[in-house]
Nanobody, 122 residues
């Protein structure tokens, strides 16, 4: 099982920026996908951004041009730089691990961190 430890999060006014970080305990270097998944109260889980072992990345349409994913394969870290934040970005953000190629299906992720809250005030 892969354990994931997130850091970052908190409160920020609309238009502000914030960075989330995650470190994975281990993974199969040739077969993994790491992603940031968010869930707001009463809403479906959404894969915000993800990257796989080949460096393929995917972003949700809702965050393109605003969020940037960074990944260090050797250090097993995953960072999400969020800018131009909106109140609708308010959610609990989870770092998660899946096997296989990059995926935007949250059901594919089997290992999850505890999550960190991001609150964007209007």
């Amino acid at each position: 099982r892969v354990t994931l430890a997130e850091s970052g999060g908190g409160s920020v006014p609309a238009g502000g920026s914030m960075e989330l970080s995650c470190k994975a305990s281990w993974y199969d270097n040739n077969n993994y996908c790491l992603g940031w998944i968010r869930q707001a109260p009463g809403k479906e889980r959404e894969v915000v951004a993800a990257v796989d072992n080949d460096g393929q990345m995917r972003y949700a349409d809702s965050v393109k041009e605003r969020f940037t994913l960074s990944h260090d394969k050797v250090e097993r870290t995953l960072s999400l730089q969020m800018s131009s934040l909106k109140p609708e970005d308010t959610a609990k953000y989870y770092c998660a691990h899946a096997m296989g190629p990059v995926t935007t299906r949250h059901v594919d992720y089997k290992d999850w961190g505890q999550g960190t809250q991001v609150t964007v005030s209007s």
